[in-house]
Nanobody, 123 residues
Framework: VQLQASGGGLVQAGGSLRLSCAAS????????VGWFRQAPGKEREFVAV????????RYADSVKGRFTISRDNAKNTVYLQMNNLKPEDTAVYYC?????????????????WGQGTLVTVSS
């Protein structure tokens, strides 16, 4: 069972990036998938989550209107489109899954975690 996050990089403020979270070894369509991030010296925080069907989403207030989460169950992949990036978005981004289809922002709900991908936004 594995989640593989990718797509991070260095971008200027106002730019865009798309992160991908590819799953293997699990029935992907039965899991809700979330994105979290952790900036240096800070706790890991919720960013966005999508239900197993893709019909429900939830976002942190700090990214509403700028980030969009989506999924393609045929490709076992969840995406995070990040637009109008700000320096405060700089962090390691992690994807995580929970089989309860819980779209909570509580980290404890998620039982499968991928490795992170670094996003750096320069001013």
């Amino acid at each position: 069972v594995q989640l593989q996050a990718s797509g991070g990089g260095l971008v200027q403020a106002g730019g865009s990036l798309r992160l991908s979270c590819a799953a293997s070894g699990l029935t992907f369509s039965t899991y809700a998938v979330g994105w979290f991030r952790q900036a240096p010296g800070k706790e890991r925080e919720f960013v966005a989550v999508i239900s197993r069907s893709g019909g429900s989403t939830r976002y942190a207030d700090s990214v509403k209107g700028r980030f969009t989460i989506s999924r393609d169950n045929a490709k076992n992949t969840v995406y995070l489109q990040m637009n109008n990036l700000k320096p405060e978005d700089t962090a390691v981004y992690y994807c995580a899954a929970n089989r309860q289809n819980n779209i909570s922002g509580n980290l404890r709900v998620y039982d499968i975690w991928g490795q992170g991908t670094l996003v750096t936004v320069s001013s």
